[in-house]
Every structure is written in structure tokens, then in C-alpha cells.
């Protein structure tokens, strides 16, 4: 089968591989659409510790079922069924995963990263990673619900309530998702800045309070706009020694910070500044199953719409073109490739 390879820093290739046997308990899925995130940035720039090439990526994916293994493994599921895929793989057995949260699970893997993913024509997948789409959900759209599902998680960890002011530093796919979730939320004032004309603009059609970082100061507006206080939360989304900094000053005395970045240089952060003004921080790492199936009733009922984020559809052979597009912050938000 056809395939968009990681081969090496910064270079893949459309190629062939073997089409996936599914094992008991698997599904095999004919992939529809899948998009490239961030995660795949980082795979394609050649820093994630533990990608290997070659290596299929994608873990935002969505398909149908084309057979299914269910050796050991009863399923409602069956073949023909559209379903999305929640790429997450936990041992099921550390101390995280006994407790229910197994996306915090010590040995977390993800489809995409640590074995093949939707960036070709099947994918093995566990039946359990499966959620059906709506018939009012199109394939399109689906691919979007595991991004859809880290802003859902992101504002369920933050202590966001309503008329709260916020702020995001980053106005990235995941940035923007939290700023129409924080909407959802019942936030009051949405400020997100970026360098991108691009994004801000993007953030503007959403309602979102757009700064350009290369013409303001950052805090300074945030300050201004929010009567000198700072947000009641700030959400850290661009991963930048720079929006570290921001994080601390722009949100108020006894606020909290949320950073939902993956740092690929771990950055300093001024704690005695955290201190003196009892700053509150969390962290988010991806989402629990019912985030997902958040996420999906969401798309589903209209309450978020999509659409505006796919900027490109490209055929796997264009996987280049994909991940060139991606890498410029002016010319796509979110491209989904269809094999």
C-alpha cells in the first residue's frame, strides 16, 4: 500500500509498504483523511526522541472499517463503520492507568509515533481507539477530533469560569481550537497573540481578540485590555522562551497558567515571580476518551465548526507539499492529506 514516509530530518517521501494484517482485538481502517499537527512537525524537523524512520506519521486520522479481528476481543463495531481514531496507546497496567487516566500512562504511545499511522491507505488499529462518526459528522471534519479533543481537555483542566478574562500565546490550530472552546466555556474577553498575519487574522474571523507580537508588547495590551490585572487565565500554546515569560506576566495575582506546549528546549521559568503573587500552573497532556467523545458530540451538533482550520487537501503523493506548507506559518492552518 501507499504510504507518506518520515525518512530523515526534513525530507519524506510518498512510498510503498505492507499493507497491516490486523492483530486480535484490532480493526483494520481504510484511512479517509489525516492531518498533519504539530507532533509531526517536530517528527518531520528530525527532534522527537522517539520516532523512527521509517515511520508512517499521522495520528489525526479518521476512516472505515474495512475487517476486523476479533479474536478474544467482542466488538459492537463492524465492517463498513466510519469511525475516528483516538491514537493514544496505554499499557493498562501502571499506576496511572489502574486509575483511570490512561493519558497520562507512565509508557503513553501514540499511533503515528511509535508504530504506523494514518498517513496511508490502512492502518491497524485497537478496537478500543475507535469512535463511530455521526452521519451528520462528514469524514473531512472527523479527522479534526483529536486536535478538537486537546481543547476540550485543555479548558476542562484549566480553571476557567464564565465572564473570565483569557489570554493565549500562540494562535497555532491548538490555540485557536482553545480560544472557540474557552468561547464555548462562557470566557468573557479572548486575547490571543501570534507573529503569523495569517493565524490572526483566522482569530479575528473567530471573535478572538487578535495581537501581532512583532508590533505590541504582549503583556503590556494584555494589561491594558484587562484594566491592569492581567487574564484570569493564561493558556501557553507557542512554546517559546518568549511566551514563558508572557505566561507569568501577563496573567493576574492569584491567576493561572496553563501550558499546553510540548517545549523542545525546556525553558526557565521565573518561579519567585510565580511566588509572590500565588500563581497557579497545570499542565495538559492529550485526553481522556470522554474528551474525544466531547469533542465528536461538538463537531457534530455545530457548536464548533471546523471548516475555517483545513486549508489544504493533498494526495499522500503530495506529502512533501504537506509538510512544506505546514512549515510556513503564512500558507495553511491545517492540512489534511486523503490517500
Same mark, same amino acid.
Not at 179 to 185: D, P, S, T, V
Given at each position: 500500500?501507499?504510504?507518506?514516509?518520515?525518512?530523515?530530518?526534513?525530507?519524506?517521501?510518498?512510498?510503498?509498504?505492507?499493507?497491516?494484517?490486523?492483530?486480535?482485538?484490532?480493526?483494520?481502517?481504510?484511512?479517509?483523511?489525516?492531518?498533519?499537527?504539530?507532533?509531526?512537525?517536530?517528527?518531520?524537523?528530525?527532534?522527537?526522541?522517539?520516532?523512527? @524512520?521509517?515511520?508512517?506519521?499521522?495520528?489525526?486520522?479518521?476512516?472505515?472499517?474495512?475487517?476486523?479481528?476479533?479474536?478474544?476481543?467482542?466488538?459492537?463495531?463492524?465492517?463498513?463503520?466510519?469511525?475516528?481514531?483516538?491514537?493514544?496507546?496505554?499499557?493498562?497496567?501502571?499506576?496511572?492507568?489502574?486509575?483511570?487516566?490512561?493519558?497520562?500512562?507512565?509508557?503513553?504511545?501514540?499511533?503515528?509515533?511509535?508504530?504506523?499511522?494514518?498517513?496511508?491507505?490502512?492502518?491497524?488499529?485497537?478496537?478500543?481507539?475507535?469512535?463511530?462518526?455521526?452521519?451528520?459528522?462528514?469524514?473531512?471534519?472527523?479527522?479534526? @477530533?483529536?486536535?478538537?479533543?486537546?481543547?476540550?481537555?485543555?479548558?476542562?483542566?484549566?480553571?476557567?469560569?464564565?465572564?473570565?478574562?483569557?489570554?493565549?500565546?500562540?494562535?497555532?490550530?491548538?490555540?485557536?481550537?482553545?480560544?472557540?472552546?474557552?468561547?464555548? @466555556?462562557?470566557?468573557?474577553?479572548?486575547?490571543?497573540?501570534?507573529?503569523?498575519?495569517?493565524?490572526?487574522?483566522?482569530?479575528?474571523?473567530?471573535?478572538?481578540?487578535?495581537?501581532?507580537?512583532?508590533?505590541?508588547?504582549?503583556?503590556e495590551e494584555v494589561l491594558?485590555?484587562?484594566?491592569?490585572?492581567?487574564?484570569?487565565?493564561? *493558556?501557553?500554546?507557542?512554546g517559546s522562551q518568549l511566551?514563558?515569560?508572557?505566561?507569568?506576566?501577563?496573567?493576574?495575582?492569584?491567576?493561572?497558567?496553563?501550558?499546553?506546549?510540548?517545549?523542545?528546549?525546556?525553558?526557565?521559568?521565573?518561579?519567585?515571580?510565580?511566588?509572590?503573587?500565588?500563581?497557579?500552573?497545570?499542565?495538559?497532556?492529550?485526553?481522556?476518551?470522554?474528551?474525544?467523545?466531547?469533542?465528536?458530540?461538538?463537531?457534530?451538533?455545530?457548536?464548533?465548526?471546523?471548516?475555517? *482550520?483545513?486549508?489544504?487537501?493533498?494526495?499522500?503523493?503530495?506529502?512533501?507539499?504537506? *509538510?512544506?506548507?505546514?512549515?510556513?506559518?503564512?500558507?495553511?492552518?491545517?492540512?489534511?492529506?486523503?490517500?
Amino acid at each position: 500500500m501507499q504510504a507518506g514516509l518520515y525518512i530523515s530530518e526534513k525530507q519524506v517521501k510518498a512510498d510503498s509498504i505492507e499493507k497491516p494484517a490486523p492483530q486480535p482485538g484490532e480493526a483494520l481502517i481504510k484511512v479517509a483523511f489525516a492531518g498533519i499537527c504539530g507532533t509531526d512537525m517536530m517528527i518531520y524537523s528530525g527532534k522527537h526522541p522517539r520516532a523512527k @524512520a521509517p515511520l508512517a506519521m499521522g495520528h489525526e486520522f479518521s476512516g472505515v472499517i474495512e475487517s476486523i479481528n476479533s479474536i478474544g476481543s467482542p466488538s459492537s463495531f463492524a465492517a463498513g463503520d466510519r469511525v475516528v481514531i483516538e491514537p493514544t496507546l496505554s499499557c493498562g497496567s501502571c499506576a496511572a492507568c489502574r486509575s483511570g487516566a490512561f493519558h497520562v500512562c507512565q509508557t503513553l504511545k501514540l499511533l503515528g509515533i511509535d508504530k504506523h499511522g494514518g498517513f496511508a491507505e490502512y492502518a491497524a488499529v485497537p478496537l478500543d481507539r475507535l469512535h463511530r462518526i455521526p452521519d451528520e459528522l462528514t469524514d473531512t471534519h472527523a479527522a479534526m @477530533a483529536e486536535p478538537v479533543a486537546v481543547a476540550v481537555h485543555t479548558i476542562r483542566r484549566s480553571s476557567l469560569k464564565v465572564g473570565d478574562d483569557v489570554a493565549i500565546l500562540g494562535a497555532g490550530p491548538i490555540g485557536l481550537l482553545v480560544g472557540l472552546m474557552a468561547k464555548q @466555556a462562557g470566557a468573557g474577553q479572548i486575547i490571543i497573540s501570534d507573529i503569523s498575519p495569517y493565524r490572526l487574522k483566522k482569530a479575528e474571523q473567530f471573535g478572538l481578540t487578535a495581537l501581532n507580537a512583532k508590533e505590541v508588547n504582549v503583556t503590556e495590551e494584555v494589561l491594558k485590555r484587562t484594566g491592569g490585572n492581567g487574564a484570569d487565565v493564561v *493558556f501557553e500554546v507557542a512554546g517559546s522562551q518568549l511566551t514563558a515569560n508572557q505566561m507569568i506576566e501577563a496573567v493576574r495575582t492569584q491567576g493561572q497558567v496553563v501550558v499546553v506546549s510540548v517545549y523542545k528546549q525546556a525553558p526557565t521559568i521565573d518561579l519567585a515571580a510565580m511566588h509572590f503573587r500565588e500563581l497557579s500552573l497545570t499542565t495538559t497532556r492529550c485526553y481522556s476518551k470522554d474528551d474525544f467523545a466531547k469533542a465528536i458530540r461538538l463537531m457534530t451538533s455545530g457548536a464548533i465548526d471546523v471548516s475555517p *482550520f483545513i486549508s489544504h487537501i493533498l494526495p499522500l503523493e503530495q506529502v512533501e507539499r504537506g *509538510f512544506q506548507l505546514m512549515a510556513d506559518p503564512e500558507a495553511s492552518l491545517k492540512v489534511l492529506f486523503k490517500p
